[in-house]
């Protein structure tokens, strides 16, 4: 075990190095030919080609109404936006809206980007990107991270998701549904997957996520500028939290430690597990790939609840995948009442909904796309229970090259308790953060 947290620590001051190596200049632009812009209209760079025809449609429906042209260019399969955009913004030829990764590349456009913060729909969502005290990043869909559900295994069991409200309550369900796990027909009661060269970024990014946010405001960063800060935890947090990650050692599935994300989705699809270690990205692949499998199932219904690790955390994680930035020196008010329209007409949130699969970060929204979490973080959201992803502020490679590894470990049996687990993850954070 010592071996091995070594290397780790060795590789965070490789990957350390490296990054300081690397210089800032911007990568040579992508020979995509820009889509030109008809005079008084507006052109968005969206970065998902999957959401294409969709978002022509909504351009097309705002056009009919409002007689403003706004021109859809997508950019992918292969593709790198960011160097593509800015080889636009070195040819003067800046799209009006255009699609970043929040923390990750908002460095880059910061003064380049129009203040939002005094738009309709600010108040109307709690996922818009907020940098220096400023609006700059319009939300258009939702990820959540939360402990998910089979609904109707808990039913059979006995279960009320409801009643999870804690770690006593969360280790009373495990245990109530581990004595019932042959008749339920499980293979165990969680798939939780650790496996760290593929699937690192879930235990060491999505559930360390959760020791920063859950259950606190969105724009609580105690425990994150606490980290920032050399790689620091606060142990007192920090415990119950690890307490939690050693109850899911207990009741994965032993094939976690070496499976991949495929098989911990179908896992989950094929009614195997009760709960899964996975966001709501899964959705989409529980009704796609292993729709088969799915339907086999029953079809059940899927929720999602808080990683309550204190008594009374009640939010899921919640965030954008990426915003739309308006470009400063563009059209700027003509792009800022599209944005507008987007966030609050009924057939556009229906268009974004169903055409293009979006989760609407919206309260007011009323529709929902074909997936199974849509309604709970519907749920969540419009009951304002919901905590942000402040993980994405970490130092960057940490979950790959350090937390991930840890978190294997643990659950391969080489840390004796959680205190042990808790100890190493700390060493290894603090020297990441000093290298």
């Known amino acids: 075990m010592k071996k091995r947290v070594f290397a ?9 190095s490296l990054t300081a190596c690397g210089g800032a200049a911007a990568p040579a632009a992508d020979a995509a030919a820009p889509a030109e812009t008809p005079e008084g209209g507006i052109r968005l760079v969206n970065n998902k080609v999957e959401v294409d025809e969709g978002l022509k449609k909504l351009a097309k429906a705002y056009e009919e109404k409002t007689g403003v042209p706004v021109v859809i260019e997508s950019l992918g399969g292969g593709i790198d936006t960011q160097a593509t955009l ?3 913004y070195q040819a003067d030829n800046m799209p009006d809206i ?12 910061e ?14 969502t709690e996922a818009e990107y907020v940098a220096d005290g400023k609006v700059w990043g319009f939300p258009t869909t939702t990820e959540a991270i939360g402990l998910a559900y089979n609904a109707d295994i808990l039913a059979k069991a006995g279960v009320d998701p409801k009643s999870i409200t804690g770690p006593e309550s969360m280790k009373k369900a495990f245990e109530t549904i581990d004595s019932k796990k042959e008749e339920l027909g499980l293979t165990a009661v969680l798939g939780y997957y650790t496996e760290s060269s593929q699937l690192w970024w879930s235990p060491g990014q999505h559930i360390f996520g959760t020791y920063f946010d859950s259950g606190l405001k969105r724009d609580d960063t105690t425990y994150i500028d606490l980290f920032k ?17 050693a109850l899911f ?32 990205w899964i959705g989409a692949t529980i009704v796609n790939d292993d729709k088969d499998a799915y339907e086999a199932a029953g079809s059940f219904e899927i929720g999602m609840i808080p990683y309550a690790f204190i008594e009374g955390q009640d939010t899921i994680l919640t965030n954008s995948p990426n915003w739309w930035g308006v470009y400063k020196d563009g059209n700027v008010e003509e792009a800022k009442k599209f944005l507008a329209w987007c966030a609050a007409d009924d057939g556009g949130q229906e268009i974004l909904a169903k055409d293009c699969g979006f989760i609407s970060p919206y309260a007011s929204n009323t529709h929902s796309p074909d997936d199974p979490f849509a309604k709970t973080i519907a749920e969540y959201t ?54």
């Open 8 to 16: 780790i620590i060795l590789a965070a001051a490789m990957t350390a």
């Open 86 to 88: 800015k080889g636009y």
């Open 98 to 109: 255009f699609v970043f990764e929040g923390d990750l590349q908002y460095p880059t456009w």
């Open 111 to 124: 003064g380049l980007l129009a203040d939002l913060s005094d738009e309709p729909w600010v108040s109307d």
């Open 229 to 245: 800060d050399g790689g620091k935890l606060d142990m007192e947090r920090a415990k119950p939290w690890s307490e939690m990650v």
């Open 249 to 280: 050692n207990q009741y994965t599935d032993p094939a976690g430690v070496s499976g991949t994300y495929d098989a911990q989705v179908l896992g989950f699809a094929s009614g195997k597990y009760a709960f899964v270690t996975q966001g709501s």
């Open 382 to 435: 419009a009951a304002g229970k919901t905590s942000s992803w402040h993980w994405l502020s970490m130092k960057e490679g940490i979950g790959q090259n350090a937390t991930g590894v840890v978190f294997q470990d643990f659950a391969m049996g080489n840390f004796p308790d959680a205190a042990t687990f808790l100890d190493t993850l700390q060493k290894v954070c603090e020297n990441y953060y000093a290298n």
